[in-house]
């Protein structure tokens, strides 16, 4: 597993974990940031696509997505059934069934929404919009950390939730994760986050592999 690629997953989808704006008042961007600043809680099924440039293969999985502020989130996927990747505010990590290990990924934590968003906001960076009926598409390029050089916020207008996220790194890879069936709730339950390691996996260290 590419522990590298495994950090950029983590902090692609906590970038979605909720903001505070503080960028221009007319940002493409703002409808989606308001209307997360404005939820305790969001949950959401996911397909992710992650694309390989090098040998052109794609790689599909899928399952739910929870989120909470201010960067709590727990990918818990049905495909392949027992992975998760999280972040339960004290540390990333990821449940990795296929060697029957838990990885603990503690060398920092996912950035927020807010910076991305922030970052979003500055003019120079959004290379593009398209809206086709109710759902608008912006396409951002610049330096967000993680190796990541472009991004893809797509949202409907009509509630401003995300139904896409993408990212682009600077080697060509990327990941994709399209939403939907979105649930808001006003208060989030901390306890779906935190970290519970399955009977017989083995805990480790990812800065010790």
């Known amino acids: 597993m590419d522990d590298s690629l495994t950090l950029a997953r983590l902090a692609c989808i906590a970038a979605l974990a909720l903001p505070s704006g503080t960028g221009t008042a007319d940002s493409v961007i703002d409808p989606v940031a308001q209307r997360l600043e404005q939820a305790g809680m969001l949950e ?3 397909v992710q696509v992650d694309h390989w440039a090098l040998t052109l293969e794609d790689e599909t999985s899928a399952g739910t997505v929870l989120l909470a ?45 807010l910076s991305l968003l922030d970052d979003a906001r500055e003019p120079d960076l959004i290379v593009s919009v398209e ?3 109710d759902s608008t598409a912006a ?42 069936s979105f649930s808001t709730f006003d208060e989030a339950d901390h306890s779906l986050f935190a970290l519970s390691v399955p009977e017989g996996y083995d805990l480790v260290d990812a800065g010790e592999m």
């Open 69 to 113: 502020p201010p960067n709590l989130f727990l990918l818990d996927y049905s495909d392949p059934e027992g992975r998760c990747l999280g972040y339960d505010g004290f540390v990333l990590y990821s449940i990795e069934p296929d060697v029957r290990q838990v990885i603990l990924h503690r060398a920092g934590e996912p950035g927020s929404f």
């Open 139 to 180: 396409v951002l390029r610049g330096d967000f950390g993680e190796g990541v050089v472009e991004m893809t916020v797509g949202f409907t207008v009509a509630d401003s939730l995300p139904f896409l996220f993408r990212t682009v790194d600077c080697n060509g890879n990327s990941t994709s994760y399209r939403f939907e």
């Open 44 to 46: 959401a099924s996911f």
């Open 131 to 133: 809206q086709s009926g």
